[in-house]
């Protein structure tokens, strides 16, 4: 059973930083492109960040770009979304989610394409 396990999110003040995990099971986890989304009330599901198979080609959208770092340790099958410099705008449920990669191992910036989703984490920033 494929499982994803996100946490790490909390309250902080504007300019402050998190890190949040996402510890996944059930798959094999370096084959699988792993992305990051957050959603805020009253609006849709965006990505944040994503990551290819075997930690490959990182995507960031503009609104987190230099901000936001996405790393991946196989070895403990957790993939880790660094967030700095944040934003009373980055407050919302944040998401990971897995899902086979493209065909050059990259990942998908669009949510529909993943299959899988764990649970979110709420993410407050204060200004």
């Known amino acids: 059973e494929v499982q994803l396990q996100a946490s790490g999110g909390g309250l902080v003040q504007a300019g402050g930083s998190l890190r949040l995990s996402c510890a996944a099971s059930g798959f094999i986890f370096d084959e699988y492109a792993i992305g990051w989304f957050r959603q805020a009330p009253g609006k849709e599901r965006e990505g944040v960040s994503c990551?290819?198979?075997?930690?490959?080609?990182?995507f960031y959208p503009e609104s987190v770009k230099g901000r936001f770092t996405i790393s991946s340790d196989n070895a403990k099958n957790t993939v880790y979304l660094q967030m700095d410099s944040l934003k009373p705008e980055d407050t919302a449920v944040y998401y990971c989610?897995?899902?086979?990669?493209?065909?050059?191992?990259?990942?998908?910036?669009?949510?529909?394409?993943?299959?899988?989703w764990g649970q979110g984490t709420l993410v407050t920033v204060s200004s």
């Open positions: 990551i290819g198979s075997s930690g490959r080609n990182a």
């Open positions: 989610a897995a899902t086979p990669p493209t065909p050059n191992g990259n990942c998908w910036s669009e949510a529909f394409m993943y299959n899988y």
